[in-house]
């Protein structure tokens, strides 16, 4: 049963991360996961402050509302000429490093575990579980990470076509009327809320990697959005089941299986594609000398 709840949770996670993830390789902003998990300490060390607590779920709101201060931030340098991935750098190690002195300035005396309370081992997900009413509903992960997948589909759901539009042609929304600041800070919210949501039960590897990789992998595949989703959804899934069951023959690393998975599928596609692959291109180059 355990094999079940973390194969599902891989599941889910590749489901949340890669549906949002497919509007940040598009907007050439795919690394803002790893911004978000390193900006998010001062947020857990200042909600502990606050409540003197070390109740996840404290913590984690904390993590959430710096995740959002995040992306604020790194749209508002970005509107200021500062270029995408400069901003995310300066965003990300500033915040980063305000953690780190909060920590050594009121938490050296404090078991304050960051490991246990963000970035969590997906192999631990099983144990985790939530009770209700007396009742074993299943793991907090699976709850978790499945009601920011359920946001994330009804958001995109309702507003596909202006988050397309924006992804690809933000100057094109603008003239036809489409909020492109507030279709980009409601995407930055959502993955805001899904890799937070994430981290704390299956570990900043796979979050990060289930953004990047999959949706990268698909880019390669097909040149429709709605394709591209469908394809990462099914590439991450994918990778998930066949990293549990790698890792669990070679006893090493779960989420760390699943992303090396997960990788070996993007340079298949890499040399494969039909449209991309250098492979691919190399024998139609060559089929065209031959023929001219």
């Known amino acids: 049963m355990s094999a079940f709840w973390i194969i599902l949770t891989g599941a889910l996670v590749a489901s949340a991360c890669g549906l949002v993830g497919c509007f940040l390789v ?12 390193h900006a998010v300490l001062p947020g857990i060390v200042i909600a502990f402050l606050i409540s003197g607590s070390r109740d996840s779920l404290v913590m984690l709101f904390g993590a959430a509302i710096i995740g959002l201060i995040t992306v604020f931030l790194i749209q508002l340098f970005t509107q200021s000429g500062v270029q995408s991935d400069a901003s995310i750098g300066v ?3 500033a915040l980063f490093a305000v953690g780190i002195v909060l920590i050594s300035l009121y938490t050296r005396d404090i078991d304050l ?4 309370v963000l970035y969590g081992e997906i192999a631990y997900v099983p144990w985790n579980t939530i009770d209700f009413m007396g009742l074993d509903i299943g793991p ?6 499945g009601l920011s997948l359920l946001l994330s589909i009804i958001f995109i759901s309702l507003f596909y076509k202006q988050f397309k ?10 003239a036809v009327g489409i909020p492109v600041a507030l279709f980009h800070y409601l995407l930055m919210g959502l993955v805001s809320i899904t890799t937070v949501a994430s981290f704390e039960s299956v570990g ?11 949706p990268a992998t698909a880019y390669l595949l097909t040149e429709k959005l709605s394709r591209m989703i469908v394809y990462t959804v099914i590439i991450g899934c994918s990778s998930s089941i066949l990293g549990y069951y790698i890792a669990s023959l070679l006893d090493a690393s779960i989420a760390g299986s699943m992303i ?3 990788g070996g599928l993007f340079i298949l596609a890499l040399l494969f594609s039909p449209s991309h692959g250098v492979i691919m291109r190399k024998l139609k180059q060559k089929k065209l000398i031959q023929t001219v």
């Open 140 to 145: 907090k992960a699976v709850w978790g990470v």
């Open 260 to 262: 090396c998975v997960a």
């Open 91 to 93: 965003v990300f190690t």
């Open 113 to 116: 575990d960051l490991d246990c």
């Open 165 to 174: 539009i924006c992804s690809f042609d933000p100057a094109m929304a603008a």
């Open 204 to 214: 900043a590897i796979l979050v990060v990697g289930m953004l990047v990789v999959p």
């Open 26 to 37: 598009l907007r050439k902003m795919a690394m803002i996961g790893d911004a978000i998990s």
